[in-house]
Antibody, heavy 123, light 107 residues
Framework: EVQLVESGGGLVKPGGSLRLSCAAS????????MNWVRQAPGKGLEWVSS????????YYADSVMGRFTISRDNTGNSLYLQMNSLRVEDTAVYYC????????????????WGQGTTVTVSS | DIQMTQSPSSLSASVGDTVTITCRTS??????LNWYQQKLGKAPKILIY???NLQGGVPSRFTGSGSGTDFTLTITNLQPEDSATYYC?????????FGRGTQLEIK
């Protein structure tokens, strides 16, 4: 079964750090780019970051640039999001999501999603 | 960055009705436009990819169309289980922006 399972969420104070993990199984993780998408309480979806299959390119939303770092371990089939200098507005459910296609140049949307992990930034 | 304008923000319809949701992008995304359905407390689910391609397992009641900057998601013969929020997303260039969502209520 193709599956993504996020972990690492929790309550953190503004300015703090957190590292999210996403464990992938059931597919050839090393051949896919991967993404993080978040959803603030009661709000819509926001794409956060993407990483190519070999980590050769990474991309970020302006709202997290310079504070968040995406990385992956293809040997361990895991995706990570290191979140530093957290702000109240980073409070959200964070999803990892796999693209539908393996071609890094043509992105056909995301067809496999984890269940999400909740990050709460509050003093 | 590409801006997404999705409308309406909410709508209410009855079982058996047909509804249309539109998504407009601030610049051409060719056909790199995807549609997702999200039910309360659940992860999003892709319905349509690359404008008009139906994801496997998704009922044929869902149809996507458009190219360039104007896209539509049409749901025919509405069913109670279609009650959800629907999002468009462009996958043409980063940041891969989403529309603000359309909340569909089934009366």
């Amino acid at each position: 079964e193709v599956q993504l399972v996020e972990s690492g969420g929790g309550l953190v104070k503004p300015g703090g750090s957190l590292r999210l993990s996403c464990a992938a199984s059931g597919f050839s993780f090393s051949t896919y780019s991967m993404n993080w998408v978040r959803q603030a309480p009661g709000k819509g979806l926001e794409w956060v970051s993407s990483i190519r299959s070999g980590s050769e390119y990474v991309y970020y939303a302006d709202s997290v640039m310079g504070r968040f770092t995406i990385s992956r371990d293809n040997t361990g089939n895991s995706l990570y999001l290191q979140m530093n200098s957290l702000r109240v507005e980073d409070t959200a459910v964070y999803y990892c999501a796999r693209p539908k296609n393996q071609d890094p140049y043509y992105f056909y949307g995301m067809d496999v999603w984890g269940q999400g992990t909740t990050v709460t930034v509050s003093s | 960055d590409i801006q997404m304008t999705q409308s309406p923000s909410s709508l209410s319809a009855s079982v058996g009705d047909t509804v249309t949701i539109t998504c407009r992008t601030s610049q051409s995304v060719s056909d790199y436009l995807n549609w997702y359905q999200q039910k309360l407390g659940k992860a999003p689910k892709i319905l349509i990819y690359v404008a008009s391609n139906l994801q496997g397992g998704v009922p044929s009641r869902f149809t996507g169309s458009g190219s360039g900057t104007d896209f539509t998601l049409t749901i025919t013969n509405l069913q109670p289980e279609d009650s959800a929020t629907y999002y468009c997303q462009q996958s043409y260039s980063t940041p891969y922006s989403f529309g603000r969502g359309t909340q569909l209520e089934i009366k």
